[in-house]
Structures are given as structure tokens and as C-alpha cells.
């Protein structure tokens, strides 16, 4: 089997990182155990207390390992505001649907389990990074305005990670909204510009 082929390699942590991923996908964020996290791994009940102290603490390595992921991505799509930062921007709206949609598991560790970010210091850092990127991007769509006349960029950066969230949650994963004839992509950049135009920043 893989999964105890990748265990004999050495690999038992990521191996129950990834069932628990699945497991999570399949099943929420509370209901899998880690006795089905070590038996989709394909080692004994035993074996994940190597690594992880109880099951919490496998639910914040997959919550952590979701987060760098994310970061990345968000990193990726900002590309440093090219070619513009209303793109820009608009193309990490795009990344947080596609990691949505291509890591549930993850998704539903970092945002839907209950995790006290706060009260894990490497989970915090990373969630952090994942946010200030997102800032970043509110940040530059505004430099051209004068400081005055700026809305706070948490604020709008912060607005729409909600709205990202509430897109995936509404109208994605086969959630009733899904059956909507307009796709996630374009619910989420509509909304995000009839956000900033009721901002009255667009264009400006």
C-alpha cells in the first residue's frame, strides 16, 4: 500500500497529515479520530503519538501546513501588484477560491475547526503572513490617494477575506448556493468591485 510504503520511508508524519486532510474533507473538522487517521495512513493506532500529542495537535500541523500553502499562493497571485494592483488584487480573490477548492481539508482545519490560532505561536505566524499579504494588496490599490481620503486598509483587506469566505461557504463545495448560475470566481470579483466603488476609490 502507499500510505505504508510512505511510513517505512520515513514519512509517518506527513502520511497522517494528509489522511487527516482527506478525512476532514470528507467528514468536517470534528469528526475524525485519530485512530481513522493512523488506519487511513496505514499504521497502527499507536503510531501517530510519535508525532503528535493527541488529535488537536494533528489538526493544527494540517491547519499550519494549509496556511503556509495558502500564503504562497496569495503571494504568488499579488506578483508584487503586476501589472496593476487592482489585478492584483483581484487575482488573490482568485487564489483563495482555487486553495479552497483544490485543499478542503486544510481549508476547513484553518478556518472551520475551532482552532485557537492565537494559542500556537508557528500557526499564528503563518496565518499572520497569509493576512498580511492580503493587506499588502488593500495597501497599494491606495497609494495613489491621498493619505486622507484612504479607507483603512485592514478594514478593506479584512471586508474582503469575508467575502472570500462567505463565497466559499454560500456557492461552493455543494453547498445549496452552488446551483447558482453565476460561478464563485465571479460572485467574488462582482462583489469585490461593488465594494470598492461603494468605497468610491475605483478609478481613482
Known amino acids: 500500500m502507499a500510505e505504508r510504503r510512505g511510513y517505512h520511508h520515513g514519512n509517518l508524519k506527513q502520511a497522517l497529515v494528509d489522511a487527516t486532510a482527506d478525512l476532514i474533507a470528507e467528514m468536517g473538522p470534528q469528526a475524525f479520530t485519530l485512530t481513522e487517521a493512523a488506519r487511513r495512513a496505514g499504521v497502527s493506532a499507536a503510531a501517530p503519538y510519535r508525532h503528535f500529542k493527541g488529535r488537536d495537535d494533528l489538526l493544527e ?4 501546513q494549509g496556511f503556509l500553502d495558502f500564503g504562497d499562493r496569495l503571494e504568488a497571485a499579488f ?3 503586476r501589472p496593476n494592483p487592482l489585478a492584483a488584487f483581484t487575482r488573490m480573490g482568485e487564489a483563495y ?3 479552497a477548492r483544490d485543499r478542503p481539508g486544510q481549508y476547513m482545519a484553518m478556518f472551520e475547526s475551532g482552532l485557537s490560532i492565537t494559542g500556537h505561536s508557528e500557526l499564528s505566524r503563518a496565518a499572520d503572513r497569509a493576512m498580511g499579504i492580503m493587506l499588502q494588496g488593500s495597501e497599494a490599490m491606495f497609494r495613489g490617494i491621498p ?3 484612504r479607507p483603512p486598509a485592514r478594514m478593506v483587506a479584512n471586508h474582503v477575506f469575508a467575502l472570500s469566505h462567505g463565497v466559499v461557504e454560500l ?3 455543494g453547498k445549496p448556493g452552488g446551483r447558482s448560475a453565476v460561478s464563485a470566481g465571479e460572485m467574488l470579483e462582482s462583489g469585490v468591485l461593488i465594494y470598492l466603488r ?5 478609478g481613482r
Open 97 to 99: 477560491l482555487d486553495f
Open 171 to 173: 456557492f461552493m463545495r
Open 147 to 149: 493619505t486622507d481620503q
Open 79 to 81: 506578483d508584487e501588484g
Open 198 to 202: 461603494g468605497l468610491g476609490v475605483l
Open 61 to 64: 500541523e494540517v491547519a499550519y
